[in-house]
């Protein structure tokens, strides 16, 4: 169980990508300085479960491990959009195939890790008829963990935003008032939208929101309260009945859920 290699491995890998361009810098650490959140989140979470040391030990594994491929990813192609790149999981497992770094876990593990990693991204997980419970677990934790930083990144650059403007964080989308009422429909129907139907930076932000839909600890819905992450990302959106239906609706779904 040895966290301390993986961490010092990933803070020597990382520190491969620092460049003197701003830019790049800026980016290569936000998701540096991510992935090690998304440790910290993983392990709430798995106290919160009662999970064992072993468990989370292999969970924090997953946390570090689940956005090395961004770097590659962002020094290749500039973007950290999937859609015009490629998918930064499976460029990630790819990393972590050449590299040997799990090496020292067991296959079993490895094959948890890996799993969990190339699931992290995907918009459904597979059905439990055709997953092990381990790993079914593993990337609903990592899911929920990545969710939760995610929505701490955003809120905290929506609110500043007008004084540092970062493309790579928009995916590039156009920044216009319109919305694609496809994600509206989703989220009134409980659905998670998907990615590729991206077209605008207020569509990202219905995106996010949608993501509530695919949460699947309490704890989590605990701190999506808590963290006030709803009301954070609406306020940043037109003042539209659309938009008024939404917050309702997230409202009354995160009320019976999140007590349920």
Same mark, same amino acid.
């Given at each position: ?38 440790c ?37 192609y ?16 790819? %990393? ?8 020292? #876990?067991?296959?079993? *593990? &490895?094959? +948890?890790?890996? =799993?969990? $990693? ?50 790579a ?42 993501? %509530? ?8 819905? #605990?701190?999506?309260? *808590? &963290?006030? +992450?709803i009301? =954070?990302? $609406? ?20 009320e ?5």
């Open positions: 169980m040895d966290t301390a290699f993986f961490h010092s491995w990933f803070l020597n890998y990382v520190k491969g990508f620092y460049s003197e361009d701003p830019k790049i810098q800026k980016n290569i650490r936000l998701k540096e300085e991510h992935s090690l959140r998304v910290k989140e993983i392990i709430q979470l798995g106290k919160a479960l009662d999970l064992n040391k072993n468990a989370l030990f292999l969970a924090e594994t997953i946390a570090l491990f689940h956005d090395i491929g961004r770097f590659e990813q962002f020094r290749t500039g973007t950290f959009n999937d859609k015009v790149s490629e998918n930064h999981a499976i460029l990630g497992l790819k %990393i972590l195939e050449e590299t040997n770094v799990l090496s020292r #876990l067991t296959k079993t *593990q &490895r094959s +948890i890790v890996c =799993k969990a $990693i190339g699931y992290h991204n995907v918009r459904k997980l597979p059905d439990p008829a055709d997953e092990t419970p381990d790993c079914l677990m593993y990337s609903k934790l990592v899911r929920d963990a990545d969710k939760l930083d995610i929505w701490r990144v955003v809120t905290t650059y929506y609110t500043q935003r007008h004084k540092h403007r970062n493309p964080l928009e995916l590039e989308l156009p920044d216009t008032p319109e919305y694609s009422l496809c994600f509206v429909e989703d989220i009134l129907n409980n659905r998670v939208s998907n990615s590729h139907a991206l077209k605008t930076y207020n569509d990202m932000k219905l995106l996010q929101l949608g993501w %509530i839909f695919d949460i699947n600890f309490a704890q989590t819905f #605990l701190f999506i309260q *808590q &963290r006030q +992450i009301e =954070k990302i $609406i306020t940043t959106l037109p003042d539209t009945e659309d938009i008024r239906k939404i917050q309702n609706h997230l409202k009354e779904y995160l019976k859920t999140g007590n349920s």
